[in-house]
């Protein structure tokens, strides 16, 4: 029995630290827009206690790749005899600050927890999340959110589904490099829950990333052209929203070469959720 389902990227639309935490993490206070556009998972059980990967990106089959890492641990936690095969289809940058590791992680707990029968609940695979990355629960939780903590403390919010213009330069950021540096701004006051967050917020992360990465610099130069640009994450992708796809699709024809890129619609429940038929 085979099931293929989606890993969708996210956006950040905005973020914000508020505080460097004892652990050596940082509070933040984010607004993950969930995406219509997304990596694709397939998964084979067979007998065999054996997790087998496969990816049409070999620079990812490697041993401690997220997908891996996710299916171990939900076959630890729930003494699961039975193994997979695993094949991602990766379509989501890498290194592009949309997500898709994480949710790559988080589509592959929800699809063995379904496969396998583990019957763990929705804030039991949260916690298993949360133990990968601290963008993982929010693609187990499904839903576009308002998140506080390092992330993990989800509200869900329904946001207008614009469309995205989303580019990607040709630069892969370090995520730690950019949370350890000295120069980055970890005291912004918190938020609260605005009507509309994207307005009078930023990301804090921009301003280092786009000193040690030009490539970066030069991305939200040439997109804010269009609209006004913002990083999602640590980066390397920036985004721009539009009212239609058309617009966006015009902005995305004229994308300079050293550029990749791609039109997602916003959307308030994950794709992958409408997939398993999980309520949300």
């Known amino acids: 029995m085979m099931l293929t389902l989606p890993a969708p990227a996210k956006l950040n639309l905005f973020l914000h630290i508020t505080g460097r935490r004892p652990d050596g993490y940082h509070n933040l206070q984010t607004l993950f827009q969930l995406l219509d556009y997304s990596d694709e998972l397939s998964f084979a059980p067979h007998d065999s206690k054996a997790i087998g990967f496969s990816c049409n990106n070999p620079l990812l089959e490697t041993d401690d790749n997220l997908v891996l890492k996710a299916a171990r641990l939900l076959q630890s936690t729930c003494h699961i005899e039975q193994g997979c095969h695993i094949n991602l289809s990766k379509r989501l940058p890498i290194g592009g600050g949309v997500g898709g590791g994480s949710s790559d992680a988080a589509t592959t707990l929800l699809g063995l927890n379904n496969l396998w029968q583990c019957g763990l609940s929705a804030t039991r695979l949260q916690q298993l999340g949360l133990q990968l990355g601290a963008d993982?629960?929010?693609?187990?939780?499904?839903?576009?959110?308002?998140?506080?903590?390092?992330?993990?403390?989800?509200?869900?919010?329904?946001?207008?589904?614009?469309?995205?213009?989303?580019?990607?330069?040709?630069?892969?950021?370090?995520?730690?490099?950019?949370?350890?540096?000295?120069?980055?701004?970890?005291?912004?006051?918190?938020?609260?829950?605005?009507?509309?967050?994207?307005?009078?917020?930023?990301?804090?992360?921009?301003?280092?990333?786009?000193?040690?990465?030009?490539?970066?610099?030069?991305?939200?130069?040439?997109?804010?052209?269009?609209?006004?640009?913002?990083?999602?994450?640590?980066?390397?992708?920036?985004?721009?929203?539009?009212?239609?796809r058309e617009q966006a699709l015009a902005v995305l024809e004229l994308l300079p070469p050293d550029f990749t890129g791609f039109v997602a619609q916003g959307v308030n429940r994950s794709p992958l959720h409408k997939k398993l038929g999980i309520k949300n």
């Not at 993982?136 to 308002?146: D, Q």
């Not at 403390?153 to 949370?179: G, N, R, S």
């Not at 609260?192 to 990465?213: H, K, M, W």
Request: glycine share 6%.
């Open 136 to 244: 993982v629960p929010v693609f187990l939780n499904g839903h576009t959110a308002w998140a506080e903590g390092v992330g993990e403390k989800l509200q869900d919010m329904l946001l207008p589904e614009a469309w995205f213009v989303v580019i990607t330069p040709d630069c892969h950021v370090a995520t730690a490099q950019i949370f350890g540096h000295q120069q980055l701004t970890r005291n912004s006051a918190p938020l609260r829950i605005p009507a509309f967050p994207f307005s009078g917020s930023q990301n804090d992360c921009e301003v280092v990333v786009c000193t040690l990465y030009p490539q970066v610099r030069s991305a939200l130069h040439w997109l804010s052209r269009f609209a006004e640009a913002r990083m999602s994450g640590t980066g390397a992708s920036v985004f721009a929203s539009f009212t239609s």
